[in-house]
DNA sequence: TAATAACCTACTAAGCCGATAGGTTTATAG
DNA sequence: CTATAAACCTATCGGCTTAGTAGGTTATTA
């Protein structure tokens, strides 16, 4: 299940890449538009600047702006930011791996060999979609 | 993410699976093969019974054995009897539907439309993979 | 009749999620 | 130079879920 973290931040994201203007968006403004909780949002688009996706600028007048151009933004790494893995099991994560304790033997493991196939075609979906796609 | 209720579940699926014989396997078995807490496991086994996958039998040489061919079992089903729903947001979940509080138009909304591609993909992969596979 | 193993109910510790509160810094307007 | 605006930062919290534990009940077999 994507977190509503993801879900905002996507929906943020979009938002910005819809106007044809480049000019700052005030937080509030995106919060109202989305029906995000305000306060909520604020700490997304700031891990959204702080991961190189989002500019912004303080003061009146001040807001968020994107950086990149919306073609060159990944919806992979865009989610990786915000949820974090996209495997469905630490073990099959490129990004995010870990080693199951139980299973002795990951090559032998049923499960792993599943959720490897479902981590591909997730990511052929996911790889291929910018943000431009979205927007 | 996958829960541990899930894996568990499908390692002890495919452990049965793998067997020859279809004489009952007790739950203490299954759990020291796939390094499973004992009662834990038992809790899955019982919702597998409930479901139909598996059938059960009490008492001394009791246990649980597979009730269908593997063939027939797809993991599609499989894993919304013990995760849920496979799709990333409830309101492009075929099976666990439900509306986004905050989003006013599901048509237009451009985490929906992104969330019903990935869905698609992986249902593709989990309903052409049954048990026997894995196995 | 004793042992065995499934079945059932209840509880819990820990962690995460979504959100809120309140203050600090920086830029702009007048 | 002062007031305002908006990003920035820290801390906290209630509620929920997850993964597991404990302990007893029922049914089957030897």
Redesign the pocket.
């Known amino acids: 299940m994507l977190?509503?973290?993801t879900k905002y931040g996507i929906k943020a994201l979009s938002y910005l890449a819809k106007r044809t203007d480049k000019s700052p968006v005030?937080?509030?403004e995106i919060a109202r538009s989305e029906n995000i909780?305000p306060?909520?949002l604020?700490?997304i688009?700031?891990t959204l600047?702080k991961s190189g996706f989002l500019g912004?600028?303080?003061?009146?007048?001040?807001?968020?702006y994107l950086i990149k151009d919306p073609n060159e933004i990944q919806m992979t790494t865009v989610i990786r930011v915000l949820e974090g893995p996209i495997a469905m099991l630490p073990c099959v994560s490129l990004n995010y791996y870990e080693k199951c304790e139980d299973c002795p033997d990951e090559l032998t493991c049923s499960v792993h060999k599943l959720m490897i196939e479902v981590r591909d075609s997730t990511l052929k979906v996911l790889g291929e979609k910018t943000l431009a796609d979205l927007a």
Chains 1, 2 share one sequence.
């Open positions: 977190s509503k973290k005030q937080t509030a909780s306060k909520f604020e700490s688009l700031l600047r912004a600028k303080k003061g009146k007048g001040g807001g968020y």
